[in-house]
């Protein structure tokens, strides 16, 4: 069975409070611990280098993906498990994608932002069905989180769209959730596919991603 797969969005950089690195390399090292993998940007600065210097040290499988451009800006990481270059920003998000079980972020700027809000969206138009996390260390989010209940308040996000990302300031416990969700919705999907008539396809590819993203 392959391992429980998470895309780890974070900074290139560490941000100004050490709470931020240190819950990075706490996710690195716990995904290495339970014998986890951790798919994210392919960097080696910043949390992104932190994330996936903890994971590796800890026994993860690193899958970075990263396009030619930022190889250089980014500095690829030269020692994950598997480096993946690719040549746009559409084709790194939608293969990191493709490769994870469930996703989850981590304090960062608006790239790290626009990725989770991108998946998130993906996620409620039905382009997947994985689970996806917010990591809300030092609450560095606590900003973000009120301007959202603000978009659920004008009319702008129903209740049940906002309830799909998972909000925790714990790592342990978010990764707990994150695992408990994606068996849920596989088992779901299981169900789903058997009331088919032949079973086909539900629209969605390979990597449990829509294609048509």
């Given at each position: ?9 974070c900074g ?28 994210y ?35 690829g ?29 981590l ?15 993906w ?76 079973p ?14």
């Open positions: 069975m392959a391992a429980f797969s998470v895309c780890v969005y290139s950089r560490t941000g100004n409070d050490p709470a931020f690195e240190a819950a990075a390399r706490e996710v690195g090292r716990q995904i290495g611990l339970r014998g986890w993998q951790l798919v940007g392919g960097g080696s600065t910043g949390l992104m280098g932190a994330v996936a210097d903890a994971a590796l040290a800890h026994g993860a499988s690193v899958i970075g993906v990263i396009p030619h451009r930022l190889v250089q800006r980014e500095l990481h030269p020692g994950l498990t598997d480096l993946q270059v690719v040549d746009t920003m559409h084709e790194r998000k939608h293969r990191m994608a493709m490769q994870s079980d469930a996703f989850l972020a304090p960062g700027g608006i790239g790290t932002m626009e990725e989770i809000f991108e998946v998130w969206t996620r409620q138009l039905g382009y997947h069905q994985k689970p996806l996390g917010l990591l809300n260390t030092a609450g560095y989010y606590d900003d973000l989180l009120n301007f959202i209940n603000r978009s659920r308040d004008g009319g702008f996000l129903w209740p049940d769209v906002q309830e799909l990302l998972l909000l925790d300031t714990q790592v342990g416990s978010l990764l707990d959730q994150l695992q408990t969700d994606a068996l849920r919705l596989n088992a779901l999907a299981a169900l789903e596919a058997q009331k088919q008539t032949p086909g396809s539900n629209g969605i590819g390979p990597g449990g991603v829509s294609p048509d993203i």
